[in-house]
T-cell receptor, first 116, second 111 residues
Framework: DAGVIQSPRHEVTEMGQEVTLRCKPISGHDYLFWYRQTMMRGLELLIYFNNNVPIDDSGMPEDRFSAKMPNASFSTLKIQPSEPRDSAVYFC??????????????FGPGTRLTVL | LAKTTQPISMDSYEGQEVNITCSHNNIATNDYITWYQQFPSQGPRFIIQGYKTKVTNEVASLFIPADRKSSTLSLPRVSLSDTAVYYCLVGVRAAGNKLTFGGGTRVLVKP
């Protein structure tokens, strides 16, 4: 398996622009997580889905952030409008309820977002 | 999830054993202890998980005393490529488990 795939790997945009981050989870995984990592706040969970349904979005910072999962193999995290404080590395992770270690999450390589 | 405390950083040399202790005084009966490893510019990677006593895999060993208020991740004979941040997490091993990452321990392996 190719693992969790994220695109783009790097994104530079200007304040006010819309940013869309993409994620393809590992095939067969029914949980998908979006995290944000910064030096100041570390690794934070933003939202997670189970079987394409958002379960907990309490970590989403504000209304400018939205996430969707239209099918089992694709999810997006959108920021509109973007602000410089949104600059961070955004990770997508997936896991499965099957097996012994259901909280073993597989992380993608991340998208490094810079908002100027 | 129970709060964890681990050292901010540790230095070591190639070939040495590295032991990272994590304190989790409020661990609950159903909680497991999980360690993740994060290399620079990569996402975290699961390395080991345990409930009590000792767990060993091809990467590391995890020692958990009887009171489970702490645990120690042991990396045998480290190499330069083991330089990474190591996170200790405590929580219920359940589907959709929300992982709460603390600050982690930054391990630097020197030649």
């Amino acid at each position: 398996d190719a693992g969790v795939i994220q695109s783009p790997r790097h994104e530079v945009t200007e304040m006010g622009q819309e940013v869309t981050l993409r994620c393809k989870p590992i095939s067969g995984h029914d949980y998908l997580f979006w995290y944000r990592q910064t030096m100041m706040r570390g690794l934070e969970l933003l939202i997670y889905f189970n079987n394409n349904v958002p379960i907990d979005d309490s970590g989403m910072p504000e209304d400018r952030f939205s996430a969707k999962m239209p099918n089992a193999s694709f999810s997006t995290l959108k920021i509109q409008p973007s602000e410089p404080r949104d600059s961070a590395v955004y990770f997508c992770a997936s896991s499965t309820a099957a097996g012994a270690s259901t909280d073993t999450q597989y992380f993608g390589p991340g998208t490094r977002l810079t908002v100027l | 999830l129970a709060k964890t405390t681990q050292p901010i950083s540790m230095d070591s040399y190639e070939g040495q054993e590295v032991n990272i202790t994590c304190s989790h005084n409020n661990i609950a009966t159903n909680d497991y202890i999980t360690w993740y490893q994060q290399f620079p510019s990569q996402g975290p990677r699961f390395i080991i998980q345990g409930y009590k006593t000792k767990v060993t895999n091809e990467v590391a060993s995890l020692f958990i005393p009887a009171d489970r208020k702490s645990s120690t991740l042991s990396l045998p004979r480290v190499s330069l490529s083991d330089t990474a941040v190591y996170y200790c997490l405590v929580g219920v091993r359940a589907a959709g488990n929300k992982l709460t990452f603390g600050g982690g321990t930054r391990v630097l392996v020197k030649p």
